[in-house]
């Protein structure tokens, strides 16, 4: 089953993705932050990235340039409470596949639709 | 401010913390109210004399912002409510709410998704970028204690604006707030 990473400095927040994804089978490995998540992306190189955008040590906008400067091409779907229309316009234009909205409803199929199609890519 | 800038500021963010409700609603599965916001304008000494809601133990979470206005919101709950908004998402086997880096963890989530609902929205409407000033924290202290430890000077005039959320059937009562210090504009 594809790997997906998922970089998120809140654990709760891993957990809910991880406990989604893993019911469908996907293989869940888990950042605290984008410095660990960079060096994850390279040594991994994952199917997917989830990525969020307010962390510390380094942020997702960051993490997701570093990641594609590494000339990396997985797709990488920004997971975020960041509801800003300029963050969502500076992620995509970064080359983040899409870019999501928390809350994630746990039983919606939003997020296991989104992954679905990035890795039909 | 004028009456005008008031009106306009209330418009703002009455839209703004339904955001946050609707936010909420999605995480709890469970109606929430929001009241109508209350928007004052108060000298950062008068903070301590403010309602007795401000001089509650809080379990809060604050995340400040920077923009056209800079500022610090937070999410404040009782400390009851905030123990059964915790049991309510921590359901996962592998999460123990009563554990504090749960309760932590949970907490600062749900602070994080609602102020940056609130802040996210103000800033689409405005149609500007808001910068965060640091990511959300999650303290348990007095709410004013906690509001004044941005400000340096004890006479500078500040905007508090806040809305109760209630969601009656899980007996959940928080505070969203924002304090804002409108002239020193960036």
Redesign the interface.
Same mark, same amino acid.
């Given at each position: 089953m594809p790997n997906i990473l998922v970089i998120d400095d809140s654990w709760f927040q891993r957990a809910s993705i991880r406990s989604i994804l893993e019911e469908l089978g996907y293989h869940i490995l888990e950042a605290e932050n984008g410095r660990i998540g960079l060096l994850m992306a390279v040594k991994h190189e994952p199917d997917c990235v989830l990525l969020d955008v307010l962390m510390p040590e380094m942020d997702g906008i960051t993490t997701l340039r570093k990641i594609r400067e590494q000339e990396l091409s997985m797709p990488i779907i920004m997971v975020t409470a960041d509801t800003q229309d300029t963050t969502k316009q500076q992620c995509l234009q970064l080359g983040a596949q899409q870019v999501l909205h928390k809350p994630i409803d746990p039983d919606g199929d939003l997020l296991p639709t989104v992954v679905q199609q990035a890795l039909a890519r | 401010m004028s009456h005008l800038d008031l009106q306009s500021l209330h418009s703002t963010l009455n839209q703004a913390m339904h955001?946050a409700a609707e !936010?909420l609603n $999605? &995480?709890l599965r469970t109606s929430v109210d929001v009241s109508a916001p209350d928007i004052q304008l108060v000298q950062a000494d008068e903070l301590e004399r403010l309602e007795t809601l401000l001089q509650q133990q809080q379990a809060m979470v604050h995340l400040g912002f920077s923009s056209m206005v800079s500022g610090t919101s937070v999410l404040a709950f009782q400390t009851d409510s905030a123990t059964r908004l915790v049991k309510q &998402? +921590?359901h996962?086997p !592998?999460?123990n709410p009563d554990e504090p880096?749960?309760r932590t +963890? *949970?907490l $600062?989530?749900v602070g @994080?998704?609602l %102020? !940056? /609902?609130v %802040?996210?929205?103000m /800033? @689409?409407q405005w149609q500007?970028? %808001?910068l965060?000033t640091c *990511?959300?924290t999650y303290v348990e202290d007095r709410l004013a204690h906690v509001l004044q430890q941005d400000l340096n000077d004890p006479h500078a005039q500040i905007i508090l604006a806040h809305t109760h959320l209630h969601a009656p059937e899980l007996d959940i009562n928080g505070l969203l707030l924002l304090l804002c210090h409108p002239f020193e504009a960036t």
């Open positions: - | 955001k !936010s $999605t &995480l &998402l +921590a996962a !592998s999460m880096m749960i +963890a *949970v $600062t989530e @994080n998704i %102020l !940056s /609902a %802040l996210g929205d /800033a @689409n500007r970028h %808001l965060y *990511v959300p």
